[in-house]
């Protein structure tokens, strides 16, 4: 017996949203959820400012925007010590651990990416001929 593993199309769903990972994808490969995921899960539990010398580029802001949303989409755990200073740490919940196999999928794949740099020097070779001998 086969099983058909695509999706029935539904009328009633934009094509766009048929999609099955792109709420995945929506949720874990913004632009800075992965690396702070990755970090959480490599390194383990980070009060803020370790999470922000460890990825250099992110601003405050938006480090603390990403950690809400991760909270909130239950990816992430923060722990608040009642401490003077009050200290708060972060760290990837078991739900963000089960990621890990992706995570795993997608950093094996990247050996792929000196092919994906020769492809876009070529297409970019291409494009740089004139018009008369690309046709």
């Not at 539904?10 to 094509?15: C, E, G, I, L, S």
């Not at 702070?36 to 990825?55: K, Q």
Request: glycine letters at 2%; a positive charge.
């Amino acid at each position: 017996m086969t099983h058909n593993t695509t999706p029935a199309v539904r009328p009633d769903v934009a094509p766009e949203q048929a999609c099955p990972i792109a709420p995945v994808v929506d949720i874990v490969f913004s632009r800075w959820t992965t690396p702070i995921l990755w970090a959480l899960h490599e390194h383990g539990r980070h009060r803020f400012v370790e999470l922000e010398r460890r990825i250099t580029t992110i601003t405050p802001k938006v480090l603390t925007e990403r950690l809400r949303r991760l909270e909130r989409d239950g990816l992430v755990v923060r722990t608040y010590h009642p401490e003077v200073p009050p200290r708060v740490e972060y760290e990837i919940s078991e739900l963000g651990r089960s990621l890990a196999p992706l995570f795993a999928a997608l950093a094996d794949w990247s050996v792929n990416l000196g092919k994906v740099e020769q492809a876009r020097q070529d297409y970019e070779a291409k494009e740089q001929r004139p018009r008369s001998r690309r046709n």
